[in-house]
């Protein structure tokens, strides 16, 4: 058997790709084939599912655990043979909304790769590098099939997990300045960096590299953009899915300081676990107590310091990971200029309408009093002069539900950069700088959304139809949030978009245009040019829509 794997490794080394080399485990007393590769660490032994060579679960850092806790990432060890067959663990996280599972987990930087199975010898294929969404809380790339994007697509998938919460975007005036608050930001560009040295064993072309997120990873890309000298050489075009990138976010310094009035969230923290919150400037003794306490006591700390704020845990800017903000970066020119695909769903935020009415606080009343009182107040704050112009502009007819309300707050709100008047102005900001922008409107009415963005048993009896994060299921099938990866499959028309919107993402992957050859029925994707040339994703209606009339964005713009 040593011998055996000797010669697998060796050959390897010579041919450059070990993705058409099968390893016979004959000496195992097994006779499946697998496919190997040969990484910095060592070997991987992957699997082949669906049409697609997948390995799972490699590490690209150590486990930042100890002294490695709230600390840069760091490599990871070497091994001779490492068994690549199935995931990693989550980073630690809660449980949230029944969806994703609890983790409690640090030994977690790991990636998953994805290529054709029918790969041939030499061949160079562009990579997707994708980062999950989860509000900066949730989430992992356990949660994504690499499959068809990687058959259909003809591309190298690469999923990751990076620090999240308390562990990746906390800052802490012991921490280190340059990267404090961003942990789970250097994560990503780690694992970006490790692509770089690594893909090409597995086919994929480190010279075309297109880095994507959804939610949190969309913002993600964000951070990335407007930080051009710190990403330089790491991705070559982007994708942003259902996020803003000018929704402000704090620096390091309010980060430190919290609100006024108000703890900052460091304080809250180390408060809850019984830690020193006294000595400001950092001491060495509050960050060793933090590095002690168990991951169980910081996630319970996490969730009573954040309380309903979706937002508590998020990247901080004014470091060295994240000098500037997008607007300056916007306003300067000083980002990264790479073709852009960016987009979202029309009713993205009727998702979180479903969540107040299903959990705690459990509203589900839409007349005027409760709007005022409740509903209002938390998407629209400070706004109160405004609230009797947007009821009568959104519900001067036939009054609200929860359907009709999450559409409103699907155009525009100020608390969360997942609203379509803000993809279309960070659009038009982006655009001057941009070899080219392409943008979109994931618009298909019947998107599975019970069983995948709300759990199994659960429903808040509204129309949902594109909601956040409903779009997943068409580039990634069977997406549940879950690791269980079991919802159901697409409807016959849905799946037809499924396949449009894989066909039009690879083309953009290869080349930086989604101009697939010889799909038909869609008109030619324009380059951006304001509002009315945004291409509308929906069943039997893939074409061009004014974007901006839509969402009512002069009617934002002027409140």
Known sequence: MKLLMTKIARSVQLTGIGLSIAMLLTACGSSVARPTVLVEQGSVLGVERDGAN????????????GDLRWAMPQAATHWKVRDAGQVGAACAQEARFGLT????????????????ADIKPGEKLPVFFWIPGGGFVGGSSNLYRLDKLAREGRMVVVTINYRLG???????PAFDAASNGDLGLEDQRYALAWVQRNIAAFGGDPSNVTVAGESAGAGSVCMHLQSPQQVKGLFHKAVITSGGCLQPIPTVTYSLQGAPGSSPTWKKIASEVGCDTTDTAGSAASLACLRKTSVADLLKAQGKAAGSDIMAFSPSIGNATVPQSAQQATDTGEM??????????TNELRLYVAYTMLY???????DVATLKAAWLPSFYPGMESKYDAIIQQYGAQSGFDGAKFGSMVSDSTPVVGINNCLYLKTADAIKPWLPALYQYEFSDPNAPV???GIAKGMDPKIDL?????SQLNYLFPNLSNTKAIDAPDLAPASQTLSNQMVALWSSFVHTGAPAPAG????????????????????????????AAERHQCSFWKNL
């Not at 308390?166 to 802490?172: C, E, L, S, T």
């Not at 990264?336 to 769903?345: D, K, T, Y």
Request: hydrophobic content about 45%.
């Open 54 to 65: 997948q390995y799972l679960g490699i590490p690209y850092a150590a486990p930042p655990v």
């Open 101 to 116: 599972e609890r983790s409690e987990s640090e030994d977690c930087l790991t990636l998953n790769v994805g290529v054709p």
């Open 166 to 172: 308390v562990f990746g975007f906390m800052a802490h």
């Open 336 to 345: 990264v200029r790479v073709p852009v695909l960016m987009g979202g769903a």
């Open 360 to 366: 705690p606080p459990n509203i589900t009343n839409f």
């Open 450 to 452: 019970l069983g995948v």
């Open 465 to 469: 139809g594109a909601v956040h994060s």
């Open 519 to 546: 799909l038909v029925g869609m008109p030619a994707w324009p380059t951006y040019a304001g509002g009315k040339t945004v291409m509308q994703l929906r069943p039997g209606a893939v074409e061009l829509i004014d």
